[in-house]
């Protein structure tokens, strides 16, 4: 699919906002991670996809950015307390976001969990096909929303 920016779009019931062709989608997503290799690098990715990228700094990691439509977690980056912190608020029913979380120190357990609530999990570090894929699927479920 191809993306490409337009002007003079509003945003629709679901908070996103896309053009009348419904080809563009242009979303708020959140990263949360200390890792400035792995911030580059998603950064990289999502270079030409209309996708607005904010990286919390450390002061502000157990902040919900509430202008955000999803969120990507790095758990090995986060400290223990705020990784626990945003595993149970993912795992709880009124989490209002899609969500990505990625880590090497995800148990079956908790993947399982995670994939019950929608959550997309990759065990292990980031991917990029994982990651476009991830965007697509969004896209796509926005999309037969509107």
Known sequence: ???????????????WR??????????????YTL??????CIRKWLKGQDVSLTCPNARSLTLTNHSAQAIIL???????????????????????????VHGHNISDVQARSLRRRGIRVCCGRI?????LHWLETIAQQSLSVA
Not at 35 to 40: K, L, M, R
Not at 74 to 100: M, T, V, Y
């Open 1 to 15: 699919m191809r993306r490409f920016r337009v002007t003079g779009y509003k945003a629709n019931q679901s908070g």
């Open 18 to 31: 896309t053009c009348n062709s419904k080809r563009t989608v242009i979303m708020k997503i959140t990263y």
């Open 35 to 40: 890792d400035e290799v792995n911030q580059f």
């Open 74 to 100: 790095d758990l090995d980056s986060l400290p223990a307390k705020i990784a626990a912190d945003w595993l149970h608020q993912l795992r709880s029913a009124q989490f209002p976001f899609f969500g990505l």
């Open 127 to 131: 991917r990029k096909a994982i990651l």
